[in-house]
């Protein structure tokens, strides 16, 4: 088992920067896919961004590619998730999730732990 805890949302002008991290707990981190999801109110929980266990693969959801940028470093147990250019469309509650698979899913679904969750809100 892991535990997920996220750290970096807030308040940020149109166009403006952030960087989230969810730092991981428990079992090795290096043996989860990783992932960071949104959700806004009356909207499902979408995929933002996800990497392999290894690192060595990301996907992103069509909305951020080329803004956002995954990270993780397996010596501090960490993921980020760099978010530039940011949009007010980009508000939500955004978290951190993990599964016990080599390739990162898309589906919220697949993912088998989560953290509680920042507010990322982006001001026009």
């Known amino acids: 088992q892991v535990q997920l805890v996220e750290s970096g949302g807030g308040l940020v002008q149109s166009g403006g920067s952030l960087r989230l991290s969810c730092a991981a707990s428990?079992?090795?981190?290096?043996?989860?896919?990783m992932g960071w999801f949104r959700q806004s109110p009356r909207k499902e929980r979408e995929l933002v961004a996800a990497?392999?266990?290894?690192?060595?693969?990301?996907r992103y959801g069509n909305s951020v590619k080329g803004r956002f940028t995954i990270s993780r470093d397996s010596a501090k147990n960490t993921v980020d998730l760099q978010m530039n250019s940011l949009k007010p469309e980009d508000t939500a509650v955004y978290y951190c999730?993990?599964?016990?698979?080599?390739?990162?899913?898309?589906?919220?679904?697949?993912?088998?732990?989560w953290g509680q969750g920042t507010q990322v809100t982006v001001s026009s």
């Open positions: 428990g079992r090795a981190f290096s043996t989860y896919a």
């Open positions: 990497i392999s266990r290894s690192g060595g693969s990301t």
């Open positions: 999730a993990a599964e016990d698979r080599v390739w990162p899913g898309a589906s919220a679904s697949e993912y088998d732990y």
